[in-house]
């Protein structure tokens, strides 16, 4: 599928353990191809920016650039191969993607891949480099502090397919064989116009700053419900992305 493209989306967090909780927000979200980050009419930039700074390092010059140098540090030559990006733009100067995916072809023949980058509510952020096989499922130890009511332990099972006429993705987190928590990420496709900028923008104002108040406010109501903040490890800094 081409790219751009909009996903108004519902994002649903499930928390099982030790106390049940659930959180459904609606969004949207935008495929990109990294080369051609959309620009909207001048009016409407404000409402979608795709800025290097927020990505990886921050310090390189362009989306490509900033995903190839994490590519080579794990060995994996990007050149001029295919890379799409899935993620929420910069919305009136502000921006938090706790995910953001990047589906990539390499050109080199270490084959298909997916680069997962997570950023956290305390200016963290942590990139998974990841193979799926058949469905984009894909499994990885757990190594960044994100919740600060679980530990840096476990792993996640993933369902991670590139986005298509649908957007369905699957995240797990598995600690002692059990999964305490689980994410899904629902969408349909819409045509990046902008008239569906527009509406999207009037469904869901300010979305970012929406996402980033809703994570520290059922953060809050965990907490009040008597759920233990763990103590947050230091995060050791990853070539390519710090």
């Given at each position: ?18 106390l049940?909780?659930?959180v459904?927000?609606r ?8 080369d ?45 191969g295919?890379a ?6 910069r ?12 589906w ?7 084959g ?17 480099l990841l ?48 999964r ?57 800094t ?5």
């Amino acid at each position: 599928m081409s790219a751009p493209a909009l996903y108004p989306s519902e994002v649903v967090h499930v928390r099982n353990r030790p106390l049940r909780h659930t959180v459904r927000h609606r969004t949207y979200l935008w495929l990109i191809d990294v080369d051609h980050p959309p620009r909207p009419p001048w009016p409407l930039r404000p409402l979608a920016r795709f800025d290097a700074r927020d990505h990886f390092a921050g310090t390189a010059p362009t989306l490509r650039q900033g995903l190839a140098r994490f590519l080579a540090a794990h060995d994996v030559r990007l050149g001029d191969g295919r890379a799409v990006m899935l993620a929420h733009a910069r919305v009136l100067g502000h921006v938090f993607n706790p995910l953001t995916l990047y589906w990539c072809t390499p050109e080199d023949d270490s084959g298909p891949c997916v680069v997962a980058e997570v950023h956290n509510t305390y200016g963290e952020r942590h990139c998974y480099l990841l193979r799926p096989g058949e469905a984009g499922r894909v499994t990885v130890a757990k190594e960044f502090y994100v919740s600060p009511f679980f530990p840096v332990d476990g792993g996640y099972r993933m369902r991670l397919p590139e986005p298509g006429d649908r957007l369905d993705l699957t995240v797990h987190l598995e600690r002692d064989g059990v999964r305490p928590f689980t994410a899904t990420v629902r969408g349909r496709r819409r045509p990046a116009g902008v008239r569906e900028l527009l509406r999207a923008a009037l469904r869901h104002p300010w979305s970012t700053l929406a996402v980033s108040a809703a994570i520290r406010l059922h953060g809050v109501r965990l907490y009040l419900r008597g759920l233990p903040v763990l103590p947050r490890p230091r995060h050791q800094t990853q070539e390519g992305v710090e």
